[in-house]
């Protein structure tokens, strides 16, 4: 595969960034000399860690605005404590309860349906494709411009099978004839927020009965995002066997666990695979998890999305073009970021310093130390997207000071990077602390 997207009208392959770095595939961003590996993406989540805390204690939690798109509340009640949250019993106390509304929510069927939950949406996918991909070739099938999560590749690394992606515009059908897969993965909505439409959805589970390959939707965001802002289709009543969500993202609350639903033996197998991985979820998520989505209220998801593409519009007044407005929020990718900030720097595009997800991440660094601003770029896990991203969660504007403080806040981190970008004692630094 050599596919081309394009940022600020420069062609991009899939090998390479507009600066010409080589891009990792697994994680599909370039890796520098500051972030070299998992490793070192794991050492700036630590000190993001850090950075955060550090806030919090000299200006208290009410400092700190979260615009990752991730709530993370823990909604158990006291109750709880000593009954769903018990590790012997709790998990047979909540089942009926949690199963029904899992299903309902995803829009299975409680006859034929079943529940397992995971400690992340990242095991989920990890431990189904490890489960039912058969020993074949795995098919992903992603949106226009998109890719798979990094779970996806890692999954299919683990599990020793082949992995093809294709893009939905593209022709996935011959994909599908020339492996015969037994699991093919469909991403409805990425976590850059690309929509496949619910259509090509169907045509694939349509056309997998051919070969009866089980279907299984990465619906993290898709769940919600695509029923409630696009009018479409639960994510079961497309006809898929499998699909995961996850619990904090796009109007569910939290806490951080991956809620899968489908048919009763692939639910098995990948439980079972899952808990071999120790990816399962304990008594006290999986009692979070039944208190969220009790607690589900799509308005909350509406109200996140018209406070996001208000904050957009505002940011395209600063940044112009290059930001992407998706149901979230506003985006620029991290090409984009270091343009900007070499611009300002002064420094040529080809003489960059660093890459660019290294000038995210500082990026980020400055927005959650100086302002409040906290993102997936100082938070995201190893393998997370490297664009910038601001999708506020809850408060999260009113938080750091409304709208207006976040784009002059924007705007003095931008030429804050720029001042040490040719520094790479300080950018070291100011990205990865003292590791």
């Not at 000399?33 to 919090?56: K, P």
């Not at 009763?264 to 197998?269: E, L, R, S, V």
Request: proline share 4%; net charge neutral.
């Amino acid at each position: 595969m050599n596919s081309k997207v394009k940022v600020k009208g420069v062609p991009v392959t899939s090998n390479t960034d507009s600066f010409g770095n080589a891009i990792d595939p697994v994680v599909g961003f370039a890796r520098g000399n500051i972030i070299r590996s998992s490793t070192d993406e794991g050492a700036r989540l630590r000190h993001g860690q850090s950075v955060a805390a550090n806030r919090v204690m000299e200006k208290g939690a009410e400092s700190i605005g979260i615009f990752t798109g991730n709530q993370r509340d823990y909604l158990v009640k006291a109750s709880d404590l000593e009954t769903y949250c018990e590790e012997w019993v709790g998990p047979g106390l909540s089942a009926t309860r949690l199963n029904k509304l899992a299903i309902e929510h995803m829009g299975g069927d409680l006859e034929t349906d079943s529940v397992a939950i995971f400690n992340r949406t990242s095991a989920a996918i990890v431990s189904v494709i490890a489960s039912c991909s058969g020993s074949r070739t795995v098919v992903s099938i992603v949106p226009p411009g998109g890719r798979s999560h990094a779970s996806v590749v890692r999954g299919a690394k683990l599990a020793g099978v082949p992995l093809i992606e294709v893009q939905g515009v593209a022709d996935w059908r011959s994909a599908i004839d020339a492996h015969q897969p037994h699991l093919v993965v469909v991403t409805t909505v990425t976590s850059s927020l690309e929509i496949l439409s619910d259509n090509i959805t169907l045509q694939v589970v349509d056309y997998c009965k051919k070969f009866k390959s089980r279907v299984f939707l990465d619906e993290a965001y898709g769940a919600r995002l695509r029923p409630v802002l696009h009018g479409g289709i639960q994510s079961l009543k497309t006809g898929a066997d499998l699909a995961v969500t996850n619990c904090d993202k796009a109007g569910l609350p939290g806490p951080r666990a991956g809620i899968l639903v489908g048919a009763k033996d692939m639910i098995g197998a990948a439980a079972a695979k899952g808990a071999e991985y120790g990816m399962e979820a304990r008594a006290p998520i999986s009692a979070g998890v039944m208190r969220s989505l009790q607690s589900y209220d799509p308005e909350h998801l509406r109200a996140e999305a018209k406070a996001g593409k208000a904050l957009a519009a505002e940011l395209i007044k600063l940044l112009g073009n290059c930001v992407q407005v998706s149901d979230l929020g506003p985006m620029v990718h991290e090409d984009e970021i270091l343009r900007i900030i070499l611009k300002r720097a002064d420094i040529d595009f080809d003489k960059a310093p660093v890459v660019p997800c290294e000038a995210t991440s500082a990026l980020g660094m400055i927005l959650l130390r100086d302002f409040g601003i906290l993102t997936v770029n100082t938070h995201g896990q190893p393998g997370a997207r490297v664009s910038v991203r601001l999708k506020p969660s809850g408060d999260a504007i009113a938080r750091v000071g409304g709208q207006a403080e976040i784009i002059k806040a924007f705007d003095a981190a931008l030429t804050k990077v720029a001042s040490v970008i040719n520094d790479s004692a300080a950018m070291s630094a100011l990205i990865l602390g003292g590791k």
